[in-house]
């Protein structure tokens, strides 16, 4: 399947999670890889962390491969100071994420670290 919703770039911090949610729906393991820096931090499964591009994508590639529907959650309000951002969200399920997010030279927002649940 090819998916184009990779090609919008975050000009807001709070972008990344709404692309995230329509990107994850629509099976785009490209447009998922394409919100992180590429020395980024991804705690996902819980209890693993995926180190750069190469490693978020294989998490990403087991991910979407289950198929899952997300619903986006509450998105707090992203706490900005300079160049970083800290982005969170409360799911569905109670579960909160927390995310490092990095302006780049271009202005637009990249994750460096994502936390996708810390648990209610």
Known sequence: MTNETHKKV????NDLGR???ERA???DVDGLVALYEPDAVLAFPPGN?????DQIRAVYERFVAAAPVLTPGRQH???VSGDLALTSATLTNGDVTVEVARRQPDGTWLWAADQPS???
């Open 19 to 21: 692309f995230f949610i």
């Open 118 to 120: 810390v648990g209610p």
């Open 49 to 53: 962390l995926a180190t750069g591009h």
């Open 77 to 79: 309000p992203a706490l």
């Open 10 to 13: 975050a000009t807001e911090p």
């Open 25 to 27: 729906n629509a099976g």
